[in-house]
Each structure stands twice: as C-alpha cells, then as structure tokens.
C-alpha cells in the first residue's frame, strides 16, 4: 500500500502533467472538499477503470458557500483523507491552499457561471453555489487537464450544471457520473452526516423513503406533479424534516412532462442544523436508473 503523491502548487502540476505527456498516459480526476467517506471512494474505484492515472483533489472551496453555511466547520481531514486513498490505490492528490487557487483573493477571481441548470432548487436555496462550483471546477480542469473526471450522482444538479461548463467551455474531458452510496438503510453517504444527532439519524432515512413513495407513484401512473409535492413535503415534515424543496423534474432539470417516460425527484431538507439533499431517478422502461425499481432500490 503506497501513499498518494501530495501535491500542493501548480507549478508541481505543470511538471506532472509534462511527465505524463510523455509518457502517454491517461489521468482520471476527482474532485473533492475532502473528509472522504466510502461515497468517494467508489468515484476513485471508478476512475481508475478508466485512466492509467487517478489524481483526488481535496479542497474546502470557500467560493461555493453561502454566508450563513458551515464553510468553518466542515472537517479537513487530510491526513485521514490520504490514508484511505492509499487503501484503494489513488496515484496524486492535489490539495492546494487557497491562495493557490485565487492568487488574487476572493473578491478579484473571474467567477464562471452556468446558466438554466443552475437555476432553481439548490440554485435559489444557495445564491452564488453554483458559481463557485463551475469556478473551481473550470480552475482544476485547466490545472490538471484530465481525459477523464468523475462526480457522484447524488449531487444531480452539480453534475448537471459541470456537464454543461465542459461542453460550453469545450473542456475534452469525459464527465462520468458515479451512482450515490448510501448506507443499509437507504441513507445518501455524505460528509454532513456526521453533523446529525443519534436521533436525526434515524430520522434521515426517511427522506429518500419518501423520494421512493413518489417513484412508486410514477411508475403506476400517478401524473399530479404539484400533488405529489405538496404531499412529499406534507410528510416530510410530518417526520421531523425542514423541507427545503421537493421538486419532479424532467432528467435535463426543465418542467416535467406527463406523457414523458423518465423523471427525477430532487429534494433538500433540514434536519435540526443539517442539509440533506438526495435525488431518484424514475424511468418507465428499465424500472429506474442503475437497474433499481423504485420499491426496493437499497
């Protein structure tokens, strides 16, 4: 078991890249704030399927948190961190300081944004979120310059929104999507977890149980989006929850259809302190995304 190269300046980056260059080989990238759990690490067993390298950079972005969110408190574990990217064979990890990335601070970077997918759901519940994210994510496309970059579908909207910088800003990259991880009890893993009291946590599952109930409604035939909704949030709420959204959208984020044959239901809800977000795709014909039936997906 052999520890992770650590990078942390560009300059380390040019030289690599110009190694790799030369001896043609592929690099895989995954993007990540670090405090790695088991949902990270299925991206890098991922990347490295395919890419002859896999670079993990670790990085709490202070561009894509909002004034009132935890940007202080969320954990930097790097020492942890790259132990367990030992584990499972990770070749670099680039985790860079901030003034790394914005030389010039802040308030002077050139911000990137992503219009229509940014818009709406997380977009309007985090003003300036996805900005950030494009932002840091066009800086490690150009620092690194991967073939290969892969995002956890958990986070369906930033997938979405990082789909569409690479195709606008003509990034040759191949952007994979990583099916969400989740615990026994159909938990989405995420590093906020750890955030909940013992009993959030038992409360918590409930709300990809309710993204089912609103699947299993779909694929009977169920077309009151607004109804189905209004009584997702109902019960949310009824279970402890601060729901923050609950929306059905079509699979490219715009309004849904009725005679469409595939959606996806987008939540966020609070638990005391704590932001959880998940997602479930629904489609008729293969009985839900990654082959799991809306009735029964853990």
């Known amino acids: 078991m052999t520890t992770p190269q650590l990078i942390t300046r560009a300059d380390e980056l040019r030289l690599l890249r110009q190694q790799r260059d030369k001896a043609q080989k ?7 704030m670090g405090n790695l759990h088991a949902g990270h ?9 395919l890419a002859d390298q896999v670079m ?12 009132n969110e935890d940007f202080d408190a969320y954990p930097r574990t790097l020492d942890a961190d790259l132990a367990r990217l030992a584990e499972v064979g990770c070749d670099l990890v680039f985790a860079p300081s901030a003034s790394t990335l914005y030389p010039e601070g802040q308030n002077h970077q050139t911000r990137v944004l992503v219009p229509q ?12 979120h996805f900005e950030g994210v494009a932002t840091v994510v066009s800086k490690l496309f150009n620092l690194t310059q991967p073939q290969v970059a892969c995002f956890g579908e958990k986070d369906y909207q930033q997938l979405s929104v990082i789909r ?23 938990l989405a893993l995420s590093s906020r977890n750890q955030y909940l009291s013992s009993k959030e946590r038992s ?6 149980a309710t993204l089912q ?5 779909l694929t ?13 949030r109902a019960h949310l709420a009824e279970l402890g929850f601060a729901p923050d959204y609950y929306e059905i959208r079509a699979l490219d984020l715009t309004a849904p259809k009725v005679d469409a044959s595939a959606w996806v239901i987008l939540a966020a809800a609070f638990l005391g302190k704590t932001r959880l977000i998940d997602n479930l795709e629904v489609r008729l014909c293969d009985s839900g995304r990654g082959g799991q039936d809306p009735s029964n997906p853990v």
């Open 26 to 32: 592929t690099l895989a990238l995954v993007p990540t």
């Open 41 to 49: 690490l299925s991206l890098v067993e991922t990347a490295k399927t």
């Open 56 to 67: 993990v950079s670790i990085f709490v972005n202070p561009l894509q948190f909002g004034p």
């Open 117 to 128: 997918v940014s818009e709406g759901l997380c977009g309007s519940k985090r003003p300036g």
């Open 164 to 186: 569409k910088l690479t195709q606008d800003l003509n990034f040759p990259i191949q952007i994979v999507g990583v099916p969400t991880c989740r615990d026994a009890d159909g």
């Open 203 to 208: 409360i918590a599952p409930g709300l990809f």
């Open 213 to 217: 109930q609103t699947a299993a409604a």
């Open 220 to 232: 009977t035939g169920n077309r009151q989006f607004h109804h189905l909704e209004e009584d997702a």
